[in-house]
């Protein structure tokens, strides 16, 4: 069965600081897509990165940035200049199949002032 | 519409009754979505829509739970005779076809079972 392990139930970074998320992930299929969601108390879930497991190059999106080891199953995200609004619970997430998604238990991301 | 509505935000039910909860996709999105949160727990997918068809429902827990997609639209998750362990917050997402591209998300519908 596919799984996704989020190790760090908690987080604590500085504002203005780096901090690191992790996520591996087990899945027997050759073609993926892996996903980091944001859920604010809102709860709704925010698409924040996506990786598509043959492209080698690590996917960014402005402070947000993933390291995918394909060969460890390893996709952590880091955040760059954290800011406030970064607090939030943060979800990885692999795809089964074309559809459905296999998600983490999620790591909650605190920032200090 | 501009983003996946659901309703309503928060639901508290008795234990046995049933309750519906709705789902409004983005216009245009034939892919839907449901999946369960429990506390402390990621999302557990629960049934996935295509148009109006159910061609993977393979997470609904129980007989008690059934959900329907009319018009290609709204979806309708129906929970019958709801247990305390029912209580979570019930996700909803669209995509366009298939959800490679990432899905987007509803707020939920939070449901406390009493």
């Known amino acids: 069965a596919q799984t996704v392990t989020q190790s760090q139930p908690e987080m604590s970074v500085q504002e203005a600081e780096t901090v690191t998320l992790s996520c591996t992930y087990d899945t027997s299929e050759s073609d993926y897509y892996l996903f980091w969601y944001k859920q604010p108390p809102s709860r709704q879930m925010i698409l924040v990165i996506r990786q598509e497991a043959y492209k080698q190059q690590n996917a960014t999106e402005n402070r947000f940035s993933v390291n995918f080891q394909k060969a460890a199953k390893s996709f952590s995200l880091k955040i760059s200049d954290s800011q406030l609004g970064d607090a939030a619970m943060y979800f990885c997430a692999s795809s089964s199949g074309t559809y459905k998604y296999i998600f983490g238990t999620g790591t909650r991301l605190k920032v200090l002032a | ?114």
Request: net charge neutral; aromatic share 8%; with cysteine.
């Open chain 2, 1 to 114: 519409g501009a983003g996946v509505s659901q309703s309503p935000s928060n639901k508290v039910t008795e234990k046995g009754k049933d309750v519906e909860l709705r789902c409004d996709p983005i216009s245009g999105h034939t892919a839907l979505y449901w999946y369960r949160q429990s506390l402390g727990q990621g999302l557990e997918f629960l049934i996935y829509f295509q148009g109006n068809s159910a061609p993977d429902k393979s997470g609904l827990p129980s007989d008690r739970f059934s959900a329907e997609r009319t018009g290609g639209s709204v979806s309708t998750l129906t929970i019958q005779r709801t247990q305390q362990e029912d209580s979570a917050v019930y996700l909803c997402a669209s995509s366009t076809t298939g959800g490679l591209v990432g899905y987007t998300f509803g707020s939920g519908t939070r449901l406390t079972v009493v």
